[in-house]
C-alpha cells in the first residue's frame, strides 16, 4: 500500500523534460501546447501563477512569449512540460491543513483489521513487521488478539516441539486444560491423599523477571496462523508509531487471555510505552478531546470494567446534562454493576482503557450509548441490522460516540467490505484486511491518501465541538448535508511507464485497458433501506471499460468516460477509482490502479499517478482531461 504521503514535486525522471514523457503522452502534451486542444480557462490561469513563482529561466520564456488573455492563447512547451511534470499537474490536489480541535469522534481514522496478519485468516503468517508496514503507511488504529502463552522453553525444549507441532492444528485451550499441567486426576490423587490440607492456588504474576515465565502471544484463534509475542507486537508498536505522523494511536485489544496472562499484558504495556499511555483526566471522562491533545499518545481500546465501588460514590461518566434527571448516575451505577458481573478483564488491564471503552453493544436507547467515552464495535453484519431497524438514530450516535465496524469473520481470504458505506454513516473506526488489494482498501486509499491518518468528517456529519452539549437526535443522514447531481466526464489520452501485473515479465504481451468506476451513495444508505451486497466491497455504482492497447506506454486516443446528471453525490464522501488491467483470457489481471476523492479531483489535463498492484506507489502515470460539475 502507498505511504500517504504527500504528493512529491516531481513525479518524473530527471531527464530532459522531453525525455521524461513516452511518445504517446508527449504528443499529446504538444497538441496542448500547440493551441489544437488548449487548456480549459481555469487550469490556464493556474499555469500562469505556477510560472510566476518558477525558476528565472522559465519565466524568461514566458516574458517572450505572446499576450496571454485567455485558454486559446499559444503555451510554451517547456512551461508546459515543466508544470505537468510537477504536484499541479497531479489529478489529485493536496488537502488543507486538517482542523485538529474537534473531538475525536468527528474524524475518520485510518484503521486496520487483524493488523498482525499477512495474508489469510486461516493460515497465513503472523510478523510484527505487519504492525510497522501500516503505522508507516498512515494506518493510526490497529488491532491485537492476545491469547495465553507457554512457559519459555529451552532451545532442546523448543526444538522437540516445534518437529512435534509442525503443521498441526493448535486450538486455543484454556491453560488450565493443557496438557503440560499433568492429567486433572493427578490433582484429585493429590487432593484426597492430603486430607485435610488446602489446596494452594497460584498468585499473580509480581516478579520482573521473564526468565522462565509464560508471556502472552498474538494470533488469530482456532485457525493455522502462526504466533508472535505480544511483548514483541508492543515494541514495534512503540518504534513505528509516530515516525510519520504524531498524532494518536489507536490500539484495539481483542482479549482472549486468563487473568493472569492479562496481569502480564499490563506490566508489558506499562513498560513498553511508558511515557506514551493517556492518562485519566481529573473529574472522569466528561467529553471526548481532540486529536491535537493527544499527540504523541496511544489510546488502548479494551472492555470497560467499572472499578470496585468504594462507600465514596464516583463521578458519573456521563456528559452532563441540564435536562438530565437524577436517574443518570443510577443509570451508570447499572452499566458498571452488569459490566462488573460479566466482565472477564481484570480492572488494571480496563483502566488502560481511558477514552476508547469498549462496550458491548444491546442497542442506541442502552445506557451505555449516552456514556462519553464508549466506543461499540459492531460486525458488518451487525452493522447493516442496526442500519435498517435504527438508521437515523444510528447516524445522529456517529456524530458525537465513537463506533467501529469490521469485516466479517467468514471473510478467509481477507477480502473487505466497502468502506464507503460505513463513512457515510458517521463511523469513524473502518477497520479493513490491509493484507488484500481489493476496492475496499482502493477506496481507503482514496480516502486517506496524503493525509496524517485522521480526517475531519464534513460538516454535517460533525458532531458538536469542545464543552457543547451532545446527545442523540432523530436527524438522518439525508438530512445531515446537501446531496448534490454530478456530470462527470474522464477523456483518457495515454499512459506511459505502466507496470505490469505480479509475475509478468513481458511488456510485448501486455493489454491494457482502463476501468473508470463512480463510487457513490445509494438511495437506500439514506431511507434505512436494504443496502445491495450488505455492505460488501465491490464495484463502482457507474462504470466505464475503455478498448484495449499494447505495451507499458499505451495511446488510448481520448476515449470518453462519461457519468451524466449522477444524483445524491456528497463529495467528501464519494470516489473515482481508476484500474488499468490486462485483456488476458480468462481472468484479467491487475496492473496498477488508483482512487481519488471526487473533492479532491481537479478539472483540466493531469495525470492520474498509479499504484502497482500490490499496492506501493510506481513510476505509473494516465494522462486524462477531466471535467466536472455539480449542481
Known sequence: MSSYSTVPTKHFSNLSLSQSFSPAVLTHLKSIASNEHPLPASQFQELQSYLSKAPDDLKSDSQNAPSQTSSHDWVNLEQLLEYMASAEGDAMKPLPDTDLSYPISNYYINSSHNTYL???????????????????????????DVWDGDEKLSIAEANEKAAGNKHKYRPQLPRSLSPRHGKLSSVTD??????????????????????????????????????????????????????????????????????????????????????????????????????????????????????????????????????????????????????KKKSSIIEPLSALGVYTRSYHFK???????????????????????????????????????????????????????????????????????????????????????GTVGWVLKPSGYRGHKQGQQSGVSDESQSDAIAHKTLSLSIQILAAQELPLPVG????????????????????????????????????????????????????????????????????????????????????????AWACIRLDRLKEGYRFVHLLDANGDRSRGALLVKITKSLF
Open 118 to 144: 499477512t495474508g489469510n485468516q486461516l493460515y497465513s503468517e503472523s510478523s510484527t513487521d505487519a504492525y510497522k508496514n501500516v503505522l508507516l503507511r498512515g494506518c493510526r488504529c490497529i488491532e491485537i
Open 363 to 449: 442497542d442506541l436507547s442502552s445506557p451505555e450509548a449516552a456514556v462519553p467515552c464508549h466506543i461499540f464495535s459492531l460486525s458488518e453484519k451487525k452493522f447493516m441490522d442496526v442500519h435498517e431497524s435504527h438508521g437515523p438514530t444510528l447516524f445522529s450516535h456517529n456524530r458525537n460516540y465513537l463506533m467501529r465496524a469490521f469485516p466479517s469473520g467468514t471473510r478467509i481470504t481477507s477480502s473487505n467490505l466497502n468502506p464507503a458505506v460505513f463513512w457515510r454513516k458517521g463511523v469513524q473506526i473502518v477497520a479493513l484486511n490491509w493484507q488484500k488489494y481489493d476496492a475496499g482498501v482502493m477506496l481507503n486509499e482514496g480516502m486517506f491518501a
Open 190 to 339: 493429590s487432593t484426597n491423599s492430603s486430607a485435610g490440607q488446602t489446596l494452594s492456588m497460584p498468585t499473580p504474576w509480581q516478579s520482573t523477571s521473564t526468565a522462565a515465565r509464560a508471556e502472552p502471544r498474538v494470533l488469530h484463534g482456532y485457525t493455522l496462523t502462526k504466533e508472535i509475542a505480544f511483548r514483541d507486537v508492543c515494541v514495534a508498536i512503540r518504534e513505528a508509531a509516530f515516525v510519520t505522523s504524531d498524532l494518536p494511536v489507536i490500539v484495539s485489544l481483542e482479549v482472549h487471555a486468563g487473568k493472569e496472562q492479562q496481569e502480564v499484558m499490563v506490566e508489558i504495556i506499562e513498560q513498553t510505552w511508558n511515557g506514551l499511555l493517556v492518562k485519566p483526566p481529573a473529574g472522569g471522562c466528561e467529553q471526548l478531546p481532540s486529536p491535537g491533545e493527544l499527540r504523541g499518545k496511544i489510546l488502548i481500546k479494551v472492555k470497560y470494567v467499572a472499578p470496585e465501588r468504594t462507600t465514596t460514590k464516583a463521578p458519573s461518566l456521563r456528559r452532563k446534562d441540564t435536562t438530565s434527571s437524577s436517574s443518570d448516575s443510577d443509570n451508570q451505577g447499572s452499566v458498571d454493576a452488569k459490566q
Open 504 to 591: 509478468d515479465r513481458k511488456p510485448d504481451g501486455f493489454r491494457p485497458y482502463v476501468k473508470c468506476e463512480l463510487h457513490i451513495e445509494q438511495p437506500e444508505e439514506r431511507t434505512g433501506g436494504s443496502i445491495e451486497g450488505g455492505g460488501r466491497s465491490k464495484d463502482g455504482e457507474c462504470k466505464f471499460k475503455s478498448r484495449s492497447s499494447r505495451g507499458i506506454e499505451p495511446d488510448f486516443d481520448g476515449e470518453r468516460a462519461e457519468f451524466a446528471k449522477v444524483p445524491g453525490v456528497v463529495e467528501e464522501l464519494s470516489f473515482l477509482r481508476f484500474k488499468i488491467q490486462d485483456d488476458e483470457i480468462g481472468k484479467d489481471d491487475l496492473a
